[in-house]
């Protein structure tokens, strides 16, 4: 099946620093996603993504499907942005399920 | 808040127990996604419903089943409970929306933690 790899698997910030978080998958793909989610578990919405790229206030995205990988690029980091970031994927028609990376674990210090 | 509802939020109960999460869907969406994430396992899809049809299964065990009522909202039964199952279980929904969101993003609920003892 589809392999989707992120990375870093972690990341230490001090607040105020950019970073990018990689999303790889291993073939085309219907849909991708970009999740944060906070330490109380919820999975928030960031980006709907198969193609292009968006920007919502610090976070943007950017997705080169022909080359099979995606890019969350985080700035002016705070504190509230730690949590484990993930990236998923949808490889069939469109409504199926998705398939998620392992995640970026983020920890910004103020 | 996305609009996905799902109870309960918390679930602690012994091996061998049967237990039942509900999830409500956002108004408008018409598929239901169960999702099971575990630390060792990570998030794993487990099955679709579509308007109350099974539309597409995951790695979901025997043991584990599930149904979308006519109302759409959706439950996840989990029997013959064993401490592995002990994960955070999370439902999903897309469908087609007013005002130019995509057909297939998907939005989740909040979660039921389960633990067995």
């Known amino acids: 099946g589809i392999q989707v790899e992120q990375s870093p698997p972690d990341l230490i910030l001090q607040e105020g620093a950019n970073s990018t978080l990689r999303c790889n998958f291993s073939?085309?793909?219907?849909?991708l996603q970009w999740f944060h989610q906070n330490p109380w578990g919820q999975l928030i919405n960031l980006f709907y993504?198969?193609?292009g790229t968006k920007q919502n206030g610090r976070l943007s995205a950017t997705t080169v499907a022909t080359e099979r990988y995606s890019l969350l690029y985080i700035s002016s980091s705070q504190t509230t942005d730690s949590g484990v970031y993930f990236c998923?994927?949808?490889?069939?028609?469109?409504?199926?399920?998705?398939?998620f990376g392992k995640g970026t674990t983020l920890s910004v210090s103020s | 808040d996305s609009g996905v509802t799902q109870t309960p939020k918390h679930l602690i109960t012994a091996t061998g127990q049967r237990v039942t999460l509900r999830c409500s869907p956002r108004?408008?969406?018409?598929?239901v996604y169960w999702y099971q994430q575990s630390l060792d396992q990570g998030l794993q899809f487990l099955i679709q419903?579509?308007?109350?049809?099974?539309?597409a299964k995951g790695n979901i065990l025997e043991r584990f089943s599930a149904q979308q009522f006519p109302d759409l909202h959706s439950e996840l039964n989990l029997s013959s409970l064993e401490l592995g199952d002990s994960a955070l279980y999370f439902c999903?929904?897309?469908?087609?929306?007013?005002?130019?969101?995509?057909?297939?993003?998907?939005?989740f609920g909040p979660g039921t933690r389960l633990t067995v003892l």
């Open positions: 108004s408008g969406d018409l598929s």
């Open positions: 073939d085309s793909v219907n849909n």
């Open positions: 993504i198969p193609s």
């Open positions: 999903a929904s897309s469908g087609p929306l007013k005002g130019g969101a995509p057909y297939n993003e998907q939005f």
């Open positions: 419903y579509y308007n109350g049809e099974e539309r």
């Open positions: 998923a994927v949808e490889r069939d028609q469109a409504g199926t399920a998705l398939i």
